[in-house]
């Protein structure tokens, strides 16, 4: 059965040897790998340390094209990747060249891997509200070209979602889905605060558990939460014999199965789908999640469908 990812950071899929590369080639310094992390916030310190070596539109879309490679080898057909532009580097290279090298690369990944990529940026909670609404604005440009949604990211309950609803409207308004994360670091209210801003979908959601009205409600509504076991337990909000989507399956909330950044989680799409398979979702049933929550045009639901 053909394979569905929706949460993949395309950042954080950047292999070792590949990083090394970019970033000698950038002349930065070479990340080291952390084997732990304390927590969501300890991870985002180190994942920005990562993505600071990409610099130019070319390592953009050489790692979306890297990454679709990789997916393909373990029966990805349709990813939507995650990108989360950097205001500095946005700055120097202007956002629509940040988003023409992901768009070059989803294009390239197709073409070369069979696998379709399409694309949605984000922007994240800390950074100024209005950087946010200018990436939003260049999502929107960019739609013709492979993006479907626009999310939001950072450190959940340390920053209001408030300020940046603005941006996520405006998204909404051209046509884009909203994926923000939510529940993960954050409890129930996250969660809550994504539908009220009209998520189309949620980026793990896992802490809805703790809400039986809410999952009644994911589960009604069908809301699709994108739930990335391993980055979740490695995060230490979850474990291998204990984990929220057990609970969430059983009461009819959708789930896709994603890896997040598995390079930094030492992961790959096989290996989620399996640990999913052990805590109770089913390939057929991850699917069928998956499908439902894809942002894609009718007419590639229907080629899904035929996969």
């Known amino acids: 059965m053909a394979r569905i990812e929706l949460h993949v950071h395309f950042e954080g899929s950047v292999r070792p040897h590949t990083l090394a590369a970019i970033a000698r080639r950038n002349r930065l310094p070479v990340p080291q790998p952390v084997d732990g992390f304390r927590d969501l916030h300890h991870f985002i310190d180190m994942w920005n340390v990562t993505t600071a070596c990409l610099r130019t539109p070319d390592d953009f879309r050489r790692i979306v094209v890297d990454y679709a490679a990789e997916a393909e080898r373990h029966g990805a057909a349709y990813l939507e990747g995650i990108f989360t532009p950097d205001p500095q580097l946005a700055a120097d290279l202007g956002l629509d060249a940040i988003m023409a090298g992901y768009c070059?690369?989803?294009?390239?990944?197709?073409?070369?891997?069979?696998?379709?990529?399409?694309?949605?940026p984000e922007q994240y909670r800390g950074a100024d509200p209005d950087f946010g609404m200018r990436v939003a604005r260049a999502a929107v440009r960019h739609r013709?070209?492979?993006v479907v949604g626009f999310g939001l990211a950072g450190r959940e309950g340390r920053f209001p979602d408030q300020p940046y609803e603005p941006a996520m409207r405006y998204a909404a308004e051209y046509g884009l889905g909203l994926v923000p994360h939510a529940g993960e670091a954050a409890g129930p209210e996250s969660v809550r605060s994504a539908l009220r801003m009209g998520a189309s979908r949620i980026r793990h959601g896992i802490t809805a558990v703790r809400?039986?009205?809410?999952?009644?409600?994911?589960?009604?509504r069908r809301i699709v939460l994108d739930v990335c076991p391993t980055s979740n337990i490695r995060l230490g909000y979850a474990t291998e014999r204990d984990h929220p989507i057990t609970q969430l399956s059983r009461a009819g909330v959708l789930c896709s199965i994603s890896t997040d950044d598995p390079a930094m989680f030492f992961?790959?799409?096989?290996?989620?789908?399996?640990?999913?398979?052990?805590?109770g979702v089913t390939e057929e049933a991850a699917f069928e999640a998956g499908l439902a929550g894809a942002l894609c045009d009718e007419r590639t639901r229907s080629r899904l469908q035929r996969m």
Do not use: F, K
């Not at 070059?104 to 949605?120: F, M, W």
């Not at 809400?211 to 009604?220: F, R, V, W």
């Not at 992961?267 to 805590?279: G, K, M, N, P, V």
């Open 144 to 146: 013709e070209r492979g």
């Open 267 to 279: 992961t790959d799409l096989s290996r989620e789908y399996a640990l999913a398979a052990d805590l």
């Open 104 to 120: 070059d690369g989803a294009a390239e990944a197709e073409e070369t891997h069979g696998v379709i990529v399409r694309l949605t």
């Open 211 to 220: 809400d039986p009205q809410l999952m009644a409600e994911l589960a009604e």
